[in-house]
């Protein structure tokens, strides 16, 4: 069942998203090659705590991290670890704060040092996709029009999007009704209400949307073993539109 909102659970999901702005922005000064991902996973910890929040995730299920640190094919719940990120990587940090009980959530692909032109071409596009996405989560549209223009603009850019990782509600769970993936076929599927918070957060391979988990039960990469890019916001369906709750600007 989806649990509408308030425009005052909204604010509190706002603070929470806020945060994890903030997380973001202090990601993208330190993003380089030689920096591992470990030690982005103790920037988030650090920023986080400096706001009175906490990293909700290392009580999630039986996942230890702050971050998902992906990188390269890896698609999603990638572990951060202490390998150095090499110039030509991408990768995608995804992290969910939790304040007074509420949570945001996003995530952001980076470009480590100088990426080559496929690897710039698709954080574009998968960045075009989320804002896609978002333009059409009004108001009286269905969920597959929102995602039916999203996954085509992947496909034509020689894109896919991934099918077997969802997005979601979001409120005090992490994992909320409803849930759904980022292809979809005009006019089908749930109506977006006033009151609805979600995710969107397109999944883009550069080549097949078909997907391997590793052997730790989390790790998920491209089948063929080519790069995977994911842009994430928290969003608010309101009588005004959409409104984005994790914000970087």
């Known amino acids: 069942m989806v649990t509408l909102k308030s425009p005052q659970e909204i604010e509190h999901i706002r603070a929470a998203g806020a945060v994890v ?5 202090e990601i993208r000064k330190m993003i380089r090659p030689g920096v591992t991902t470990w030690q982005i996973e103790e920037l988030v910890e ?13 009580t999630y299920k039986d996942y230890k991290f702050a971050t998902c640190a992906s990188v390269n094919d890896v698609i999603a ?8 990120l090499q110039n030509g990587d991408i990768v995608t940090i995804d992290t969910v704060a939790e304040l007074n009980g509420w949570l945001g959530d996003s995530a952001w692909t980076y470009a480590v040092g100088d990426v080559s032109p496929t690897a710039e071409k698709l954080m574009r596009v998968t960045k075009e996709c989320l804002d896609i996405g978002i333009r059409h989560a009004v108001i009286g549209n269905r969920i597959g029009d929102a995602m039916y223009p999203l996954h085509k603009h992947a496909q034509a850019n020689g894109f896919s ?4 990782l969802a997005a979601h509600g979001i409120g005090r769970e992490l994992h909320e009704e409803p849930n759904f993936i980022h292809v ?5 599927g749930f109506r977006f209400k006033e009151g609805m918070v979600i995710t969107i957060e397109p999944m883009i391979n550069e080549g097949t949307w078909r997907m391997t988990i590793d052997e730790d039960g989390w790790t998920a990469r491209t089948m063929d073993g080519k790069l995977s890019a994911q842009f994430e916001h928290t969003i608010a369906i309101t009588k005004d539109g959409p409104v984005i709750l994790t914000s970087q600007d």
């Open 184 to 188: 979809g076929i005009p006019g089908k």
């Open 46 to 58: 650090d920023v986080m705590a400096s706001y009175g929040a906490k990293p909700f995730t290392k």
């Open 21 to 25: 702005a903030a997380c973001h922005k």
């Open 77 to 84: 719940h990638g572990f951060p670890n202490h390998t150095p």
């Open 161 to 164: 999007c991934v099918r077997e």
